[in-house]
């Protein structure tokens, strides 16, 4: 069993709704979680960060983290075409672990317009 | 601002056959990573250097070395390439407490 586990999708949705991307994890001393975004034929990018549990906003982005259910969430409002790209969770147990991250398998999304 | 560097962007290679991928950030990171990209594999680390003068395996390391030349660059070489390590290699580096990973745009390797 990996300890991440993420839907690969792939997901399609008109532009406008409401996109939620979810990760699963089995390992309980995580405490570090991230969503990259990943354009085709690109380099992954930052694009969420949140140490140990609670929500974080940013615009049109919203990551959630519950330790309790060890399962994380990113929620993406008012969809945009430009939003289409692979989007991969990652997670650490913290800096005494030399920040090796564990990446889930990627969610591709299509936002169509 | 360059971030991180990747070098080639593209390659071929036949069974048997070595080659280096080089790698340079100009963040002045102390830890700097190589992964790998398969298909619903996700990214696996292949090797990892924590600070300068240091490198340890990740969970992928068989078939590979690295090589950390100074602060700034972080090269993956293959000594006998396989059809197995076809894929595409990511370099990343980080700040030392910093957690976040910053990654180059990737060497798409084909062996065959």
């Known amino acids: 069993q990996k300890e991440v586990e993420q839907d690969p999708g792939p997901l399609s949705v008109p532009e406008g709704a409401i996109v939620s991307l979810n990760c699963t994890y089995s390992?309980?001393?995580?405490?570090?979680f991230m969503w990259y975004r990943q354009y085709s034929r690109k380099g992954p990018e930052l694009l969420m960060y949140?140490?140990?549990?609670g929500n974080k906003e940013d615009g049109r982005f919203t990551a959630q983290v519950d330790k309790s259910s060890k399962y994380i969430s990113l929620f993406i409002r008012d969809s945009q075409p430009s939003d289409s790209a692979t989007y991969l969770c990652?997670?650490?147990?913290?800096?005494?672990?030399?920040?090796?991250?564990?990446f889930g398998q990627g969610t591709t999304l299509q936002v169509k317009p | 601002n360059a971030g991180v560097t990747q070098t080639p962007k593209f390659q071929v290679l036949k069974t048997g056959q070595s080659m280096t991928l080089q790698c340079a950030q100009d963040?002045?990171?102390?830890?700097m990573y190589w992964y790998r990209q398969d298909p619903g594999m996700g990214l696996r680390l292949i090797y990892y250097?924590?600070?300068?003068?240091?490198?340890d395996k990740g969970e992928v390391p068989n078939g590979y070395n690295v090589s950390r030349l100074n602060k700034r660059e972080f090269s993956l070489r293959l000594e006998s390439a396989a059809p197995s390590q076809t894929s595409v290699y990511f370099c990343?580096?980080?700040?030392?407490?910093?957690?976040?990973?910053?990654f180059g745009s990737g060497t798409q390797l084909s062996v065959l």
């Open positions: 250097s924590a600070s300068e003068g240091t490198t």
């Open positions: 990343a580096s980080r700040l030392t407490g910093d957690e976040k990973l910053f």
């Open positions: 990652a997670m650490s147990r913290g800096s005494g672990n030399t920040g090796k991250l564990i």
């Open positions: 949140t140490y140990s549990s």
């Open positions: 963040m002045n990171h102390n830890s």
């Open positions: 390992n309980s001393a995580f405490q570090y």
